[in-house]
Every structure is written in C-alpha cells, then in structure tokens.
Nanobody, 123 residues
Framework: QVQLVESGGGLVQAGGSLRLSCAPSGRTFNNYAMGWFRQASGKEREFVSAISWNGDNSFYAESVEGRFTISRGNAKNTVYLQMNSLKPEDTAVYLC????????????????WGQGTQVTVSS
C-alpha cells in the first residue's frame, strides 16, 4: 500500500531546474520528519535532504548543498524539493520517506516510502 506519492520528475538539461513534490496517500504525515533520497541505476540509495516535522530544521548532502532546497507545504503534509543547477550526476530515481522523531540521513530509519520519480539530467 503506497503511502507517499512523488511527482515532478522528468528530463532536463544540465543547469536546469525541477521541483519535486511528495504527498501522502491514505494517511497524514504532518507530524513526521520527511526525507528525500535518490538511487541511481546500479548504485545504493543515498541521502539527499531532510526536514523536521514543522519545517524549522533542514539539512542536505554535501553533493546538493546550495543547489537543492527542501520545504514543507502550509499544512505540513506535503514536502517539496526544489532542484537548481542540475548536473548529469543528479540523474536518479528520487524517493521521499517519512519517520517519527528527528530527520536524519539513515535509509533504514525511515519506515514509510514512496515509489519514486525519475529525474534525468542530460549533458
């Protein structure tokens, strides 16, 4: 049963921008920390960014710091990832995840996941 649904992926040229969205399906996550992760073909899933339940705290992987911005909607139930200055190495399936407590970069600490949205950056 899918509980998080990502959207906004697509094909973009290097230097371009995309905005990903993650919305709940069947339940609410407004009291949960949310994270974005990505998985490139043949590689392990890696942390991208996370945000606290109230949106007051966020942090990023070094590889996206200064280019990506995570945020939550006014109802705190939807999370966004604004991606600017995209690079070919950002190509991956991007997945959002939710957990109680503080957000972190550990894949295994997030019990709820979406199915992902493909982001492809051409050179």
């Amino acid at each position: 049963q899918v509980q998080l649904v990502e959207s906004g992926g697509g094909l973009v040229q290097a230097g371009g921008s995309l905005r990903l969205s993650c919305a709940p399906s069947g339940r609410t996550f407004n009291n949960y920390a949310m994270g974005w992760f990505r998985q490139a073909s043949g590689k392990e899933r890696e942390f991208v960014s996370a945000i606290s339940w109230n949106g007051d705290n966020s942090f990023y992987a070094e590889s996206v710091e200064g280019r990506f911005t995570i945020s939550r909607g006014n109802a705190k139930n939807t999370v966004y990832l604004q991606m600017n200055s995209l690079k070919p190495e950002d190509t991956a399936v991007y997945l959002c995840a939710a957990k109680l407590g503080s957000g972190n970069s550990e894949v295994g600490s997030y019990p709820y996941w979406g199915q992902g949205t493909q982001v492809t950056v051409s050179s």
